[in-house]
């Protein structure tokens, strides 16, 4: 199994950046894509970046230029950075990983998310 840990969120003034931070445990040979979403107060779970199997990351249209997608293989971590933030960027942030029975031998078909982080931009 995989397991999914988040840095916290914060409380931030806008125009200033955050990294947050998603850790992977357990079976993480077994992850075919990781993805970050965000949920603003009222409205439906968005995609925010999709990193496919190549390694490639794909960011909506809505998404592209603020944010960013790092990575620390060694530490299997991965760090979504957001910068020039707005309040409407408000939102609990989440990382999810996808696993495929078709990795290895002992991995199932999984959907797994972080806990979340609760990301506030006002001034």
């Known amino acids: 199994q995989v397991q999914l840990a988040q840095s916290r969120g914060g409380l931030v003034q806008p125009g200033d950046s955050l990294r947050l931070s998603c850790t992977a445990s357990?079976?993480?040979?077994?992850?075919?894509?990781l993805n970050w979403y965000r949920q603003a107060p009222g409205k439906e779970r968005e995609l925010v970046a999709h990193?496919?199997?190549?390694?490639?990351?794909f960011f909506p249209a809505s998404m592209k230029g603020r944010f960013t997608i790092s990575k620390d293989k060694a530490e299997e971590t991965t760090y979504l950075e957001i910068n020039n933030l707005k309040p409407e960027d408000t939102a609990v942030y989440y990382c999810?990983?996808?696993?495929?029975?078709?990795?290895?031998?002992?991995?199932?078909?999984?959907?797994?998310w972080g806990q979340g982080a609760q990301v506030t931009v006002s001034s």
């Open positions: 990193t496919g199997e190549d390694g490639n990351t």
């Open positions: 999810n990983a996808e696993t495929l029975s078709s990795k290895r031998w002992y991995c199932t078909n999984s959907d797994v």
């Open positions: 357990g079976d993480t040979r077994c992850i075919s894509t």
